[in-house]
């Protein structure tokens, strides 16, 4: 519309220039040849008062003759006429003094001297009307006008119903890519407008069957791929616990029972088993939590809410001067092995994180369902994450775990907390609980 606009209003200014340029010449031609009939009737009377014996009389006569003759009047010596023109009216009202002024219309009065005699007498005056000539001129400049404000008008619905013609579909193309850069690839975008978005927009709808392809397939690698690190985390700690375990046990025992044999005289001796005993009594605690990070035992027998207070628990005895809080929903008990696991998992990870880097006073985990989601959230007051947010291994693992279940992963950082906040579905979980509640 400002293009179109501006062309407008230049087209009226060219117009404007032309009529103050070429108006007044025009107006002056047009009056010429009245002005020199003015001037013969004036040579013709003077001509008849000379060869008139009563020229009196003649002029007489010739003034009456002249009647209400505004182009044409006689003025006798001494006297004045009313020489003012008057408003020019025209069809479509009265002719704007701007207008008139715009024309800059010449002075094209004329005076023709009368004489009787050898003296002067009067003049013929001539004083020709431009009303008709104005007049056309502005019904020529409001017919210009109007036409021009007609055809921008026009050329403006014209342009504004082909540009939404075409806009609507971009915007269902711009907002389509938008979801496919959000990861939804299941709502396609309709194909309408001109036959290149047209075109686009099922190339589009292609790329996005393509990518959904492609996303179930990651999404079922990397869900094996946890299932296959979940296994084998299960059997190495079934070795640890049947290899590793008895082994331990074994030791300990046949160093206490070394004690129970050694002398009163025998110190060193005595000191050197103690040393044996207390340093297989660590090698068992560290076995115990090796087998817990390895293999959560308290999920399948106490359920998840019980193995995640079992966690904190552990993690507070690690520091004690670390406030713990948490705030666990009870229907997670009812979510299936792998959602399950991967709560526990993220849980776990962060809350090894906080205990490592987050040099913390206080940390808060809540996991709760909400809809068809399982939101999880572990936040700290510590010193917070690098600025560049790379994610490490334990990161990584449980970025991949979310991506598995089709979950999100986020590290936030508001209000001077440190937060870890991942997204799970429900899935069929959900359900199944909503049917035993009721």
Known sequence: MLPLGLMFVAALLA???????????????????????????AAALNGALQASANPHATLDAFVQSL????????????????LHPHAVQAPLGRVPDWFVHLLAVPELRAA????????????????????ADIREKWIGFLAIAWSGITLMLLTAAIAHFIARSALQPLQNLGDGLTRM??????????????????????EANELARTLHHLSQDNR????????????????MARELHDELGPLLF???????????????GEAEIRSAAEGILQSVETLQQ??????????????????????????????????PDLKVTSQIDSTLNEADGLLSQTVYRVIQEAVTNVLRHAKASS???????????????????GVGFPADRRFGRGLTGMLERARALSGTLELLREAGRTSVRCRLPAGDSAAQTGSKQS
């Open 15 to 41: 117009g404007a220039v032309s009529l103050r340029i070429f108006a007044s010449t025009q107006l002056v031609e047009e009056i010429e040849p009245a002005a020199r009939s003015a001037r013969a009737v």
């Open 67 to 82: 009647g209400t003759s505004e182009a044409i009047q006689f003025r006798r010596l001494g006297t004045s006429l009313d």
């Open 112 to 131: 023709f001297p009368i004489m009787i005699e050898g003296k002067q007498v009067g003049d013929i005056v001539f004083t020709p009307d431009m009303s």
């Open 181 to 202: 850069r959000t990861g939804d690839y299941e709502h396609l975008i309709a194909p309408a407008g001109p036959p290149e978005i047209r075109k686009s927009a099922q």
């Open 220 to 235: 079922n690698l990397l869900r094996r791929i946890v299932s296959l690190q979940d296994d084998e985390r299960q059997d």
């Open 250 to 264: 074994g030791i300990r025992a046949n160093t206490i029972a070394l004690l129970e044999s050694i002398s009163a």
């Open 286 to 319: 560290a076995n115990r939590r090796i087998l817990d990070a390895l293999r959560p035992l308290y999920i399948e027998e106490l359920g998840l809410q019980k193995s995640i207070e079992t966690l904190l628990q552990n993690a507070k005895a690690q520091a």
């Open 363 to 381: 940390m808060h985990v809540a996991a709760r369902r909400d809809g068809p989601e399982v939101i999880v959230e572990i936040s700290d007051d």
